[in-house]
């Protein structure tokens, strides 16, 4: 089994930086993508950033490219999220995801799921 705990988020004010990380336990773990999504009070779930495990590929949402950036470590198993320029529109839960195998990083499907940590960004 692989638990995903995310750490990081907080209370901003629009414009500051925040960088949230996800370390990830298991003993088998091996993930093909992590990825990196978020959910607004009454929206959706969307896909904000993913990396490829081992190549270390990237892949962004339109609307952080620029701002975020997602980076790993592999010998901590844990993966990064720095959110520069925020703005209040970024205020959500940000979870983290974990795919075993090869997946469209914006549609997964992932395989494990972290519990979230809140970004609350003030104007």
């Known amino acids: 089994q692989v638990q995903l705990v995310e750490s990081g988020g907080g209370l901003v004010q629009a414009g500051d930086s925040l960088r949230l990380s996800c370390a990830a336990s298991?003993?088998?773990?091996?993930?093909?993508?992590m990825g990196w999504f978020r959910q607004a009070p009454g929206k959706e779930r969307e896909f904000v950033a993913a990396?490829?495990?081992?190549?270390?590929?990237?892949y962004y949402a339109d609307f952080v490219k620029g701002r975020f950036t997602i980076s790993r470590d592999n010998a901590k198993n844990t993966v990064y999220l720095q959110m520069n320029s925020l703005a209040p529109e970024d205020t959500a839960v940000y979870s983290c995801?974990?795919?075993?195998?090869?997946?469209?990083?914006?549609?997964?499907?992932?395989?494990?799921w972290g519990q979230g940590t809140q970004v609350t960004v003030s104007s």
């Open positions: 995801a974990a795919a075993r195998l090869g997946v469209v990083p914006a549609r997964g499907p992932y395989d494990y």
């Open positions: 298991g003993r088998t773990f091996s993930p093909y993508t």
């Open positions: 990396i490829s495990w081992y190549v270390g590929s990237t």
